[in-house]
């Protein structure tokens, strides 16, 4: 099979994950307000369409064709606004939306202004010249890109899926710029490293391109980042009249948003769902960028992208701390944290997945070198799992993935880096075998379930001396974070009488 059927059968792949996530998300939705529950910023909202927003009518039959009829809060938010070419901040958690809140604009503008450059160009007889790249959409992780590069597939026709190419690592390089030159694409997403490496070598032509779109922006802050951000900051609209740029995470906050100020000035901010605020103190006048600074944004080596010495940057994935506002997570979730010593953690682990019943649980561990040694383990007792690592090439991973989203694997360990961007609507469940470094990591691991509507189950696995860094995650994140225990194969909070396979207390904060 070569790589455009692969791609292809890729995005039809990922049309249909995309319209069951939509579909049971609305039945979700439907459940709720029978009960007489207040739906949330994930559900779609009623009264205004996808056409309404002005997105492209290309792409609203490919959206009806999937059975995607109607936007979410954010995507109804946030479509308008980046359609009026203005730079645009968007906070939302993870599973509501946010792909498609800028993909839609996107793509409708860069079919625009594609038409309209072909309709100049015609005029004087080169319009076999036209195929400016319009927009570069980054991502600070290959799953992540390659997910948004096939949700942008996948709502497009099927004679347009070209338009949208990928420019990832771990991927052949000349293939890749080989695609760019045949296909000449409105639209590449990529990673970091692998865009600035196509832009040195002149085979990714961006200083006429408009948007510039940053995914996990908080993530692309990070200093192993840095001289490739420097790269695409400097080159994409170098020579267009203006460029437009957004800004997207689930843990936007002032610091990272002024941080972004040199290459993303003045954005109009759009955060839904907003978690409660966190009181913290005003930011000095020496965490401001200096005069004489760099113009791509970061105050010299202030953040060192998880510099264990640095309290900027606390995360064991890099990027900026989320000091100040609650990262957001998916509203249905519920929370809680198991008693194990370290000696049992991985044979509670087992036993937590039966006791919830979960069929697709998200395993995380701070260390990939400890992957192996759990997979071990869980498979010696009968259970089918599988371990996503960053050390796996393109194929690994992609035969790993596919293996968890049809059923095959019941538990995935994965490390922080490598699930990052990670978009399995099955995911019925998140276990953090090892603590997350701070609240954000929690919120970008608990984002991995309870997406598209889906109820979703967070439990943390940790030893009594431990019990103070629940506390603090509860605090700064806003919600409640109950002690559980098991008796006769169940699950529930300690303080409940009543014992029901699932029963574990609702997130009260969001």
């Not at 039959?61 to 995607?68: A, F, H, I, N, Y």
């Not at 955060?271 to 000095?284: E, L």
């Not at 990027?319 to 509203?331: D, K």
């Amino acid at each position: 099979m070569d790589a455009g059927s692969t791609a292809t059968l890729e995005a039809t792949e990922e049309a249909e994950s995309l319209s069951a996530s939509v579909t049971d998300g609305s039945d979700a939705a439907e459940s709720r307000r029978s009960a007489g529950q207040p739906s949330t910023s994930g559900r779609q909202a009623p009264g205004q369409d996808f056409i309404d927003l002005g997105v492209d009518d290309r792409l609203t039959m490919r959206l009806k064709e999937m059975g995607v009829l109607q936007p979410t809060d954010v995507q109804r938010e946030a479509i308008p606004k980046a359609l009026t070419g203005t730079n645009v901040a968007i906070q939302c958690y993870t599973g509501s939306g946010k792909t498609l809140a800028y993909l839609l604009p996107v793509l409708t503008l860069a079919l625009q202004k594609a038409e309209a450059e072909f309709e100049e160009l015609a005029k004087v007889g080169k319009a076999h010249t036209a195929g400016t790249l319009q927009a570069i959409v980054v991502a600070p992780s290959r799953e992540l890109a390659m997910q948004i590069m096939r949700v942008g597939q996948a709502i497009l026709p099927n004679e347009a899926k070209g338009c949208v190419q990928q420019a990832i690592g771990g991927a052949n390089p000349r293939r890749q710029a080989e695609a760019l030159k045949l296909n000449k694409p409105l639209v590449v997403v990529g990673t970091p490293g692998r865009l600035a490496e196509l832009s040195r070598l002149g085979t990714l032509q961006s200083h006429n391109t408009t948007i510039l779109v940053l995914d996990e922006v908080d993530q692309l802050l990070a200093v192993q980042f840095r001289e490739d951000m420097v790269r695409l900051i400097d080159h994409v609209g170098r020579k267009a009249p203006r460029r437009q740029t957004l800004l997207v995470s689930a843990t936007l906050n002032e610091k990272v948003l002024e941080q972004c100020q040199r290459w993303c000035p003045d954005p109009e901010r759009l955060f839904t769902s907003v978690g409660p605020q966190i009181q913290s103190a005003p930011a000095s006048a020496s965490s401001r960028a200096p005069e004489g600074s760099p113009a791509w944004g970061w105050d010299h080596l202030k953040f060192s992208g998880g510099d264990s010495l640095n309290p900027a940057t606390r995360s064991s994935a890099g990027g900026l701390a989320t000091a100040g506002t609650a990262p957001m997570m998916p509203p249905q979730l519920e929370h809680g944290w198991l008693a194990v010593d370290r000696r049992h953690r991985v044979d509670a682990l087992r036993r937590v997945i039966h006791s919830l019943n979960a069929q697709r649980a998200l395993v995380f561990m701070n260390f990939q070198h400890r992957l192996k040694d759990t997979v071990f383990k869980l498979s010696s007792h009968g259970m089918k799992c599988g371990e996503l690592s960053g050390d796996m090439n393109k194929e690994q991973r992609q035969n790993t993935m596919r293996r968890f989203q049809q059923g095959e694997y019941r538990a995935l360990i994965v490390s922080d880096v490598a699930a990052r961007g990670l978009d399995i609507a099955e995911c019925d469940a998140v276990i953090n075998l090892e603590l997350p470094s701070d609240a954000s990591h929690y919120a970008h691991r608990a984002g991995r379930t309870g997406r598209a509507g889906r109820q979703g189950v967070v439990v943390t696995l940790v030893e009594q001396s431990e019990q103070f860094v629940i506390q603090k995650l509860s605090r700064g994140l806003g919600v409640t974070i109950p002690e559980l225990q098991m008796r006769e194969g169940m699950i529930a909070p300690v303080e409940s009488s009543e014992w029901e396979e699932q029963g574990i207390s609702k997130s009260t904060g969001q």
